[in-house]
């Protein structure tokens, strides 16, 4: 005698709930993984160090700011001022087009050595306007704007360093026993340093 309708319906549904509860099971074991192995821990370390990446640029753009501030203010020593305006404008557009994925060390290289450059022009042009015959006629505003500047330096050798520690803890982690296993099945990689002064601590 064929089964009912009723009969297969029953079957059909029984079938839905042992799926359902093996996806269930999955989904537990897999959280359970997770949480066994660090992944909390190492989104938490990501964000950290990808939040310290956000100090480092936002230093970086309060110096970029001043720069056109201090072109401005030594303007009426045209000889000196031309003589960096073309090279600061090149490097900062070299900064401003750097790709910064964290992950590749290139780029945060090529990024460091860009900044550094605008750094080193920065630090040119206030040595020579100091040293030009006029320096006194707009002393008190170089000086101002010189002291804000090399306030930013301060900030971001500090930002740096933040930054360096969060990474260093960051690729610590995911490296050890079991937590590489989590990195390298959802695809956390190393983040790169910024190359440290030298004599810096």
């Not at 740096?160 to 990474?167: D, F, G, I, L, S």
Request: net charge positive; glycine share 4%.
């Amino acid at each position: 005698m064929p089964h009912s309708l009723k009969f297969y319906v029953a079957i059909i549904q029984k079938y839905i709930k042992m799926k359902n509860l093996k996806q269930l099971s999955l989904i537990v074991l897999a959280t359970i993984f997770f949480s066994s192995c660090g992944y909390n821990k190492i989104v938490e370390l990501e964000e950290a160090a990808n939040t310290q990446w956000g100090q480092v640029e936002s230093v970086y753009e309060r110096r970029a700011a001043l720069v056109p501030q201090l072109l401005n203010q030594a303007k009426s020593v045209g000889s000196v001022t031309q003589k960096y305006s073309s090279d600061l404008e090149k490097a900062m557009g070299k900064v401003a087009s750097s790709k910064t994925d964290l992950t590749n060390e290139s780029q945060i290289d090529s990024f460091d050595k860009s900044q550094k450059e605008v750094g080193n022009l920065i630090s040119n042009f206030l040595n020579d306007l100091q040293s030009h015959p006029d320096f006194k006629l707009y002393e008190k505003n170089i000086l101002d704007l010189k002291s804000q500047i090399e306030g930013s330096e301060n900030r971001i050798n500090n930002e740096r360093r933040k930054y360096n520690k969060t990474v260093e803890e960051y690729n610590a982690y995911i490296n050890k026993i079991p937590q590489n296993l989590t990195s390298g099945l959802m695809g956390f990689k190393d983040k790169a340093y910024f190359e440290a002064k030298k004599g810096a601590n």
